[in-house]
């Protein structure tokens, strides 16, 4: 069962998905969002001030519009994103980016795959780990990799809700928790 926010998050998702689909610019807005969700993620500043309750909404607006601007945003992403900061819903962005980026994965029939390597892939190599998961899941896969030498050799899958863990790391932690259990037997 989803929680309130999870519903509205998917509500505003569908929405502006709709919305684009009718207009037909899933594209555009797909790539705006990206864009947006970089800024949010990338610049705490930027994250604090459309959160922050005292800031006004018309002081947000114009800051969204600037950025749009900069980036040639297209006007449905734009009134979108009036309508959140309008309706105080300004929190959910980075949420709705994410649901409207499934709901148009669904439709272009692709999937997203993160992984985690202990060193940064090669070319050749991650289009051999795309071709690979392609074939494994049935589907075109878009590999969001990262870096994390925490693992110490192999890597790291997540699809969906799955984790394959195939990293030195993860096989070290089955090993250690065989032997915790092992003593209290």
């Not at 864009?35 to 006004?56: A, T």
Request: aromatic share 10%.
């Amino acid at each position: 069962m989803q929680d309130k926010s999870e519903l509205l998050h998917d509500r505003y998702a569908r929405a502006l998905f709709e919305y684009a689909r009718e207009e037909n610019f899933t594209d555009k807005v797909m790539e705006e969002l990206e864009i947006l969700n970089l800024e949010w993620l990338e610049d705490e500043d930027f994250d604090k001030f459309l959160i922050h309750p005292l800031i006004s909404a018309d002081e947000k607006k114009f800051a969204i519009t600037l950025l749009a601007q900069k980036k040639k945003f297209c006007m449905g992403t734009l009134n979108f994103l009036y309508v959140l900061i309008d309706n105080g819903r300004e929190n959910l962005i980075h949420a709705v980016f994410l649901r409207y980026r499934d709901l148009y994965d669904e439709l272009k029939k692709q999937a997203r795959v993160y992984v985690e390597t202990p060193v940064l892939l090669e070319k050749d190599d991650k289009l051999f780990l795309m071709d690979a998961l392609t074939r494994k899941f049935g589907k075109k896969i878009n590999v969001e990799v990262r870096k994390n030498p925490a693992l110490i050799s192999g890597l790291s899958v997540r699809y969906k809700d799955r984790l394959y863990d195939y990293s030195a790391k993860g096989q070290l932690e089955r090993l250690g928790e065989i032997l915790v259990k092992g003593e209290r037997d």
